[in-house]
């Protein structure tokens, strides 16, 4: 037998039978239907077994135990439940009397199994079953849940509708040896829900439920202490939820309830800044010893850190991108518990030495950071990055970071992670298994927890894991006044899920909740892959489905044109921005011929993204043919994929593989300056800032940072993490990168090693005046920031395209034309970029005697400075690795 399937079962010993009442292949997917892959025989005859004591066993070819529900299959399958569950096409579907519905609810309290004979009474299938169907026919529940006040009295519920028992247990105190008086709780058979009212006195109690419940992964019934799925506050290191009102003035600083928004337009006017919490200040020396890494860094007025990002923002940087900030499994809270590596010995080591990385590795799972990618508690601030992680003081700190940052023009964005959680099952640190076993996670065919994003895959096709999703978003919005989400892995949500997120959030008004929710921006990773890819679970939320949406998406076509090769493969392989064809490195990519064929490939794929992405813009591609964005290749996709500017976010660097710098120093020739790197370091970041859509940036990306060329730092300590607001260094060459980096250490030694690969303090101060140049400009006319496909097809262009252009040279061409008017000052605006060592001179026909100029924000100095036009020819002169934006004023303007 196979997970269930057909089989002869008299041949198999009674361990081996044991085992398959312990898989999950069948589906209990209406109240009075189930779907199982198994053979279905004229006369034959299927049972669905339950027990509540969870002693079902198998004796001979007999299920002893427990109580028995008739199955009668039914030919005519189950379409109309399809639509939800599409992977179980093909299973044979099952029907439970009507007389037998007033057992339903008893059996889902209790271990299943579903058992099939043969017309000669042989036992020839037996499995158990996956529920969340049925759970979603009969228990959807759309009300509220977790702590909940009317008139300062707090009322607790919980949705555990499979429990046979749930108590809340009421502490006064967080101390492990405090004992809990048991409150019991009502239970609703309509929604599942239990719940119970308490008093006044509860506030800054904690608790946690002691539910009573069928575990499939352990096949026992189990008593289990689990927090709350819907805490809002929390113990240290998450051992109890804690009743709190998020209401109560004590928990906001002052001025909150009058917090006012940096001005927002469209969302095409966003530039955003991915940041961690704790990088942002464990480093920073003006910062308070005992601020540093925590939220309350960001009042720091005076600080190094907030210094530059006020800098940014009156460039152009809008919003603040923070790495997860909720409650997270993998760093402990407890400072005095944690084990840090003293920086001044790491620093004693050569810059290509394999000690820094070997101490770290030594403490990664004792020390304060981690990337964060770990959800223990959806809707709680992380306690680690709160002066106090013991109760309300994470909630207080979290909106005096979200005031500070917004007082300083910038608007904050949270990345968040509802595709997994840390863990599942009968794990320490599970919380929604332990309450509802089975429904709130991905299962495979055999009723195994799916871990293709890394992590225990949640299900968000079922109601009440969406509906989770949905109201920790909301609570987030509102009680925090967050301005938009980042969608971790969002290709595992449905696209379903993500337009009922955006619609929810769309609702919300400064009238009734504080916020107005059509300010909110929604974007994610649409990677297409695992269980979930090409919508083997349902319509996926991956890249070539959010056109229409409104929703961003991550675009991987312009990160890897302008870096070369991809997140996983080409180390070395050159891009436009770093040397392909122009300037080849010594790693033997193939042919000049070849390198040229494929320069002007990524160059047209560069076009369509500085296009926006659109799936319908038209433009000449290589070979001379007008095309559209869908037509030009990536990878065997569409360049283009978006239908409107907003739904693409442009970025070279994330928090994720190496960074832009790391990325040059792998790929440039070896005999490449420094300078000439910092030049393709510009011009890469020039590339994101000016093309349409929005912008994303690496905090630090405006200052060369580097990871020491580490391409995973999820858990690399603040030593390849470090922020140097100071721009003294920019972390090159502080060691061997650890982890999985170690299969290109070869490759990387004689790098890190190299004192002439390492910038100063000019190189990273010009880069980073140069990054906000470029903020300055896109800033400066609305022709970067254009907001519908068809604007940008009437007024962006390009020119030097065709089988004759020049290559590594991109000349964009905004131009104010058509009824639609959107700049005062700049009739037309021409974008060099130059990707070529040599100073290009490019003649345009249609410019001679037109009064171009620099664009005024290229001031004296920088490396845009000596790029001319010549009016009396149309010619352009840029130069080397540079890009240079030029203007033609309206007469009104000049």
């Not at 804690?242 to 928990?251: E, F, H």
């Not at 604007?791 to 040279?809: C, M």
Request: glycine residues 8%.
């Amino acid at each position: 037998m196979n997970g269930g399937y057909d089989a002869d079962l008299t041949a198999l010993n009674g361990s081996l039978l044991r085992e398959h009442i312990r898989s999950a292949c069948a589906h209990w997917v209406t109240r009075d239907t189930i779907l199982w892959p198994t053979a279905v025989f004229a006369d034959g005859v299927y049972t669905l077994h339950y027990d509540l004591a969870a002693d079902l066993h198998l004796q001979a070819d007999q299920v002893i135990g427990g109580k028995q529900i008739p199955l009668h299959f039914h030919p005519a399958g189950a379409a109309q439940v399809l639509g939800k569950f599409p992977h179980l096409r093909g299973h044979a579907a099952f029907k439970l009397d009507p007389d037998h519905m007033p057992q339903v609810a008893e059996a889902l309290k209790g271990q299943l199994v579903v058992t099939a004979r043969n017309g000669q009474g042989q036992l020839v299938g037996v499995t158990g079953l996956q529920i969340p169907g049925v759970l979603d026919d009969l228990f959807a529940y759309d009300g509220d849940l977790g702590v909940l006040y009317a008139d300062g009295v707090p009322t607790v519920r919980v949705w555990a509708p499979t429990a046979q028992s749930v108590t809340l247990r009421l502490y006064p105190d967080a101390k492990p040896a405090t004992t809990g008086t048991p409150v019991p709780m009502s239970w609703d058979p309509t929604t599942g829900v239990w719940s119970v009212t308490g008093t006044r006195e509860w506030t800054s109690y904690f608790y946690l439920y002691e539910a009573t419940v069928f575990a499939p992964t352990t096949g026992k019934i189990e008593r289990n202490l689990v927090t709350d799925p819907y805490s809002i506050c929390l113990s240290t290191n998450s051992t109890r939820s804690q009743i709190v009102d998020l209401a109560d003035p004590a928990l906001m600083p002052a001025g909150w309830q009058a917090l006012h928004k940096p001005p927002l337009w469209a969302p095409e006017d966003i530039v955003l800044y991915e940041m961690h919490v704790r990088d942002f200040s464990i480093s920073d020396q003006t910062v308070a010893p005992e601020l540093r890494g925590t939220y309350r860094a960001f009042t720091a007025h005076d600080s190094n850190g907030m210094r530059h990002l006020r800098g940014l923002a009156e460039a152009g940087l809008t919003h603040i991108h923070l790495l997860p900030v909720f409650d997270i499994a993998s760093i402990d809270e407890n400072p005095l518990a944690r084990v840090e590596p003293d920086p001044a010995r790491l620093a004693s080591y050569p810059p290509d030495s394999d000690q820094q990385q070997a101490a770290i590795m030594a403490v990664r799972q004792q020390d304060g950071f981690n990337w964060g990618y770990d959800p223990y508690h959806y809707t709680t601030p992380e306690g680690s990055y709160a002066t106090d992680p013991n109760g309300s003081a994470r909630i207080r700190e979290f909106r005096e970071m979200v005031q500070a940052l917004n007082d300083a023009g910038l608007r904050v964005v949270m990345d968040v992670v509802y595709n997994h959680t840390y863990a599942s099952g009968q794990h320490p640190k599970s919380v929604l298994d332990k309450l509802v076993p089975g429904y709130y996670h991905r299962l495979n065919g055999e009723g195994v927890v799916e871990r293709s994003t890394c992590c225990d895959n949640t299900a968000t096709e079922h109601h009440m894991m969406e509906k989770l999703m949905i109201d920790s978003l909301r609570t987030w919005a509102t009680a925090y006044k967050v301005d938009g989400f980042r969608f971790d892995l969002m290709g595992h949500h449905m696209l379903a899920n993500m337009l009922k997120a955006r619609d929810s959030l769309a609702t919300l008004t400064p009238a009734e909740h504080g916020v107005d929710g059509s300010k909110i921006y929604l974007y994610g990773e649409g990677w297409n892959f695992g269980e979930v890819a090409y919508g083997a679970r349902g319509e996926n939320a991956a890249q070539l489905n959010m056109a229409g949406t409104g929703i961003g998406t991550f675009s991987d076509r312009l990160r890897d044109a302008v870096r070369g090769g991809s997140a996983f493969s080409g180390l070395h392989e050159q891009g436009f921005a770093t040397g392909l064809y122009t300037a080849p490195n010594d790693s033997g990519q193939n042919t000049h011929e070849y390198q040229r064929g494929r320069l002007l490939v990524l160059m047209d794929q560069i076009r369509v993204a500085l296009a926006g992405t659109l799936r319908d813009y038209e433009l000449t591609d290589s070979s001379g043919r007008r095309v559209r964005g869908h037509e030009v290749g990536y990878n065997g996709q569409p360049a283009g994929y978006v239908a409107d500017p907003q739904e693409v976010i442009n970025y070279i660097e994330a928090h994720d593989n190496e960074t832009f710098w790391d990325a040059i120093q792998l790929k440039a020739p070896s005999w490449a300056s420094v300078e000439l790197r910092t030049r393709m370091q510009m011009l890469g970041n020039s590339l994101v800032c000016l093309a349409q859509g929005v912008p994303f940036f690496h905090a630090g990306q405006d200052l060369l940072r580097s990871k020491s060329l580490d391409r995973n730092s999820y858990d690399s300590g603040d030593w390849f993490n470090k922020l140097d607001w100071t721009y003294e260094t920019n972390n090159w060459g502080i060691g061997l990168p650890p982890g999985d980096n170690h299969h290109h250490w070869h490759a990387m030694r004689p790098l890190l090693g190299n004192p002439a690969l390492k910038p100063g303090r000019a190189d990273i101060e010009r880069t980073a005046a140069h990054f906000k140049e470029m903020l300055r400009i896109r800033k400066s006319s609305k022709l970067f920031r254009l907001e519908t496909a068809a604007e940008i097809q009437a007024k962006v262009r390009f020119l030097n395209t065709g089988s004759e252009q020049i290559p590594g040279l991109i000349v964009m061409h905004l131009a104010d034309a058509g009824p639609n008017v959107v700049d005062d000052r700049f009739a037309h605006i021409v974008v060099l970029f130059n990707a070529t060592l040599h100073k290009q001179w490019f003649h345009e026909r249609s410019c001679i005697g037109a009064a171009f100029e620099l664009h005024p924000a290229h001031v004296s100095g920088s490396i845009a400075s000596s790029a001319v036009f010549e009016a009396g020819q149309g010619i352009f002169k840029v130069p080397s690795f540079t890009t240079a934006v030029f203007v033609l004023r309206k007469a009104a303007a000049t």
